[in-house]
């Protein structure tokens, strides 16, 4: 157990449907991370929160939004789903001044989209 | 821009024999690196970091990557391989671009062969 916590682990639902993915980071970690895995696309970071503020954006489709509570878990809101959005998501987390630490990764949401 | 390269995405060897996983990166500033490893249907684990520190680093499960600064690499190896090495690994350098933002390179899948 790594301490990060994602629910659920597996998700499948229709296209044109939205779906929530829940992050509870490490005990601590104030940043939290949005990552989409997939076979051709790879490892590609969504977006980043820091003690419930937006810090960094990446490759987020309008579609997907996301924020982080006061209580530091965080959700990732993916609406009007296509066959594309299939992916592992992976949140992942770290503490203050987190440019050496590393993340710590959850075992991630295998949403698809059928 | 800030990148990572791994060079392979299929690495095949012997148990017992060498590993040798390579990576470079290019950034504009004195780069964090990391590897992490993926288990199959697991989240990534940190298996070692560099931080400006010294530079042949040493990780978890007998693996170590040295940073060279002139070749602008930090290739990780292993000096025998074991059945349960084989699984994916990422390359991955931080960023302080507001958010220490991690780019992961695109992984290189290790086979282990008995």
């Known amino acids: 157990d790594s301490g990060v916590t994602q629910t659920p682990k597996h998700l499948i639902t229709a296209t044109g449907q939205r779906v929530t993915l829940r992050c509870s980071p490490r005990?601590?970690?104030?940043?939290v991370y949005w990552y989409q895995q997939s076979l051709d696309q790879g490892l590609q970071f969504l977006i980043q929160?820091?003690?419930?503020?937006?810090?960094a954006k990446g490759n987020i489709l309008e579609r997907f939004s996301a924020q982080q509570f006061p209580d530091l878990h965080s959700e990732l809101n993916l609406s009007s789903l296509e066959l594309g959005d299939s992916a592992l998501y992976f949140c992942?987390?770290?503490?203050?001044?987190?440019?050496?630490?590393?993340?710590?990764f959850g075992s991630g949401t295998r949403l698809t989209v059928v | 821009a800030q990148s990572v390269t791994q060079l392979g995405s299929h690495v095949s060897v012997s148990e017992g024999a060498l590993v040798l996983l390579r990576c470079n990166y290019s950034s504009s500033v004195p780069p964090y690196l990391f590897w992490y490893v993926q288990y199959p249907n697991q989240g990534l684990q940190l298996l070692l970091k560099y931080t400006s520190a010294a530079t042949l680093v040493k990780g978890i499960n007998g693996f170590e990557a040295e940073f060279k600064k002139s070749e602008t690499s930090f290739h990780l190896t292993k000096p025998s391989a074991h059945m349960s090495d084989a699984a994916e690994y990422f390359c991955a350098v931080s960023l302080n671009t507001g958010g220490f933002k991690t780019i992961f390179g695109a992984g290189t899948r290790l086979f282990v062969k008995a």
């Open positions: 992942a987390s770290s503490g203050e001044g987190d440019r050496s630490y590393g993340y710590t």
């Open positions: 005990s601590g970690d104030l940043s």
């Open positions: 929160y820091y003690n419930g503020e937006e810090r």
